[in-house]
């Protein structure tokens, strides 16, 4: 069963734009990891946040996490065209067991 | 160079051959994992491992298998493939001891059974 849902499933901007997708989980979780990929190639870690934290910040790349609606979001911010891949939420929970979203491919446009 | 090794990349094979894709990592890491990708599915979870001889099931185990006989190997068996694990598959580790740590991925394997 897919746990992780993500929106919107594919977003087109122009460079310099900022970049916003959702991702929502159905269990309680230990903490919720966002990954980028770029064409079918292995995924690469851009930012965790914890259940108990609530927003995050890593260079352009700011997460939030609302654990009384499930829900996460990933801003992009001053967008460029090498930011363009797919992106996925991942949930952690159990310690041990990962749920990924189903991802939200971007594109952005120089 | 830190990185989680996978063999093959690509393997194209037929119905009912026995295969194993291989995962290595250099890390020392305790924790690794199996994925599959699916178009538009996102990954899901076959197995994972939290150390040596320590292995449970993920979301979707159902056709293979795994062991966990060195820390830095974590191989995904499939003892009779079918058409529907054509895939992309995904070996991931992360330190154990802690699970506020990222996962690290291979660059995967495509397997196409005919």
């Not at chain 2, 063999?7 to 037929?14: E, G, K, M, S």
Request: proline share 4%; charged share 20%.
């Amino acid at each position: 069963s897919q746990q992780g849902e993500e929106d919107p499933q594919a977003l087109s901007i122009q460079e310099g734009e900022n970049a916003t997708m959702n991702c929502s989980y159905k269990t309680s979780i230990n903490n919720l990891q966002w990954y980028r990929q770029n064409s079918g190639r292995g995924l690469v870690h851009l930012i965790l946040i914890r259940s108990n934290e609530r927003e995050k910040h890593s260079g352009r790349l700011r997460v939030t996490l609302d654990t009384s609606k499930k829900s996460s979001s990933l801003l992009i911010t001053a967008s460029r065209a090498a930011d363009t891949a797919s992106y996925f939420c991942a949930s952690l929970y159990n310690f041990n067991k990962f749920y990924f979203g189903s991802g939200t491919k971007l594109n952005v446009k120089p | 160079e830190a990185q989680v090794t996978q063999n093959p990349r690509y393997l194209i094979t037929v119905t009912g051959k026995k295969l194993t894709v291989t995962c290595s990592q250099n890390m020392n890491h305790e924790y690794m994992s199996w994925y599959r990708q699916d178009p538009g599915l996102g990954l899901r979870q076959i197995y994972y491992s939290m150390n040596v001889e320590v292995t449970d099931k993920g979301d979707v185990p159902e056709g293979y298998k795994v062991s966990r006989k060195e820390k830095r190997n974590f191989p995904l068996i499939l003892e009779s493939p079918s058409p529907n694990q054509t895939s992309l598959y995904f070996c991931a580790s992360r330190p154990g001891g802690n699970s506020n740590q990222p996962q690290h991925f291979g660059d995967g394997t495509r397997l196409s059974i005919l």
